[in-house]
């Protein structure tokens, strides 16, 4: 019964290749996030969607793209894929605008070699 | 350009006693702030909130206290238990800016 699911949890692919994370929420949720924790621990946010629609882009390159079907999914793209995007990328969502928390998935964790 | 730091690398506290993590912000405007948890291979968890409008929540075991005028808070464990080790996070938003802003993490080790 999980609230914010990503498929996969594990992924490892070449240089040069193109992915996709899925993610998908059964909380209700207007809002979803796609945020990335690098080497060093961090995390940091990458796009916000709110009713489907992009909120933020935080300076992400443009490789990535994210696409929001519905309010209940929002997957992420990568098109030629670098060593430097080797990190483990983590989907939330949470109820817009709201002081309130945002749910997590159990993130995916991408290599590329 | 760190919004929210976390100084404290990692912490180690021994199994009932007390452990205080602790978090600094730079931006006045924030006005909600949370703890998460986080264990490996896993998604952050929510802890605990508290609006800018209060110093203080308690939740159980958890508590969180705000500082304002020092930007400033922090996330009291009594009594610590093994099951609390893991990486703390603690975040910050601002109502209407669709995103929240975290810190470097503290690595708790509860002792037994």
């Known amino acids: 019964d999980t609230a914010v699911s990503q498929t996969p949890k594990y992924l490892v692919t070449q240089m040069g290749n193109d992915k996709s994370i899925k993610c998908e929420q059964n909380l209700g949720h207007d809002t979803m996030y796609w945020y990335k924790q690098d080497s060093k621990k961090f995390l940091k946010i990458m796009f916000s969607y709110n009713n489907k629609e992009l909120i933020i882009n935080e300076t992400v390159p443009n490789r990535f793209s994210p696409k929001s079907p519905d309010k209940a999914h929002l997957n992420l793209h990568i098109n030629s894929l670098e060593l430097g995007d080797s990190a483990v990328y983590f989907c939330?969502?949470?109820?817009?605008?709201?002081?309130?928390?945002?749910?997590f998935g159990q993130g995916t964790r991408l290599t590329v070699v | 350009d760190q919004q929210v730091k976390q100084n404290s690398p990692s912490l180690s506290v021994q199994e009932g006693r007390i452990s205080i993590l602790n978090c600094d912000y730079t931006n006045s405007m924030f006005d909600y702030f949370l703890w998460y948890k986080k264990y490996p291979a896993e998604g952050p968890t929510f802890l605990i909130s508290i609006s800018s409008i209060k110093d203080k929540n308690e939740d159980g075991r958890f508590t969180v206290f705000l500082n304002k005028s020092a930007k400033h808070l922090s996330l009291h464990i009594v009594p610590s238990q093994p099951g609390d080790s893991a990486v703390y996070f603690c975040a910050a938003t601002l109502s209407g800016t669709y995103k929240y802003i975290f810190g470097t993490g503290t690595r708790l080790k509860v002792l037994a």
């Open positions: 939330a969502s949470s109820p817009p605008r709201g002081r309130t928390e945002a749910f």
